[in-house]
């Protein structure tokens, strides 16, 4: 019996949702500029913007360029992020798997699709989506050489150090796998040991 005027506790599979949500969560949060980036190219393709890049292009009432300013200092935020904290959004991915899911298999899958996402989507995706809205007046480099007027909005360096941002999986790539084997180590150590206590 609870006291009055103090809560219930949560139920455990209330308790294992929320751990789900907080793995889903780490896994795709990085990867939203990336996606943001490749909507707003394909809203521009829709909206036959592509021909006149210099031009200001409005998909409805919203006008892209002011969405690309937005969105490009998010990508790259998020890029040095993931460049430099890969270990701790993963291992934020792997508490809410071990505390969300209850089958080893499927724990060791989604770990190992949680590390090949979040260490390659956020550090190459706004590299590629740039790419696909990039051109002939707005060649994007890593040299950061040329400037770049996508729909009437004039981009720069921003767009190029965009590109730069896939270096950084040199260092995220193998940060990401060694925490990867660390939590595939950690998994197999707690099964063992909660094997031995209810054998």
Same mark, same amino acid.
């Given at each position: 019996?609870? *006291? @009055? ?20 969560? +780490?896994?795709?949060?990085? /990867? ?6 490749? /909507?707003?190219? *394909?809203?521009? #393709?829709?909206? #036959? ?5 210099? &031009?200001? $292009?409005? %998909? ?5 360029? %002011? ?19 890969? @270990? ?9 798997? *071990? ?15 949680? $590390? ?5 989507? @956020?550090? !190459? ?9 990039? &051109? ?6 890593? #040299? ?13 360096? +921003? +767009?190029?150090?965009?590109? !730069? ?35």
């Amino acid at each position: 019996m609870t *006291e @009055p005027g103090a809560s219930a506790p949560m139920p455990a599979g209330s308790r294992r949702r929320l751990w789900q949500i907080v793995f889903w969560l +780490a896994v795709f949060l990085p /990867l939203a500029p990336s996606l943001l980036l490749y /909507l707003i190219g *394909e809203l521009a #393709g829709s909206s #036959g913007c592509m021909a006149a890049p210099a &031009h200001p $292009c409005l %998909a409805g009432p919203f006008s892209l360029g %002011a969405a690309l300013t937005q969105a490009i200092p998010f990508a790259a935020g998020m890029g040095t992020l993931i460049g430099f904290g890969v @270990p701790l959004v993963l291992a934020l991915a792997y508490l809410g798997l *071990e505390l969300g899911f209850k089958r080893l298999p499927v724990r060791l899958v989604l770990a190992l699709l949680a $590390c090949l996402l979040v260490a390659f989507v @956020p550090l !190459v995706g706004p590299a590629t989506a740039m790419e696909g809205l990039a &051109h002939p007046g707005c060649r994007l480099n890593e #040299g950061g050489v040329g400037d770049c007027t996508l729909f009437g909005v004039a981009f720069g360096q +921003a +767009a190029n150090a965009l590109v !730069v941002m896939g270096w950084f999986f040199l260092v995220a790539g193998p940060l990401a796998f060694l925490t990867f084997l660390a939590y595939v180590l950690i998994a197999l150590v707690l099964r063992a040991r909660g094997q031995a206590i209810a054998g």
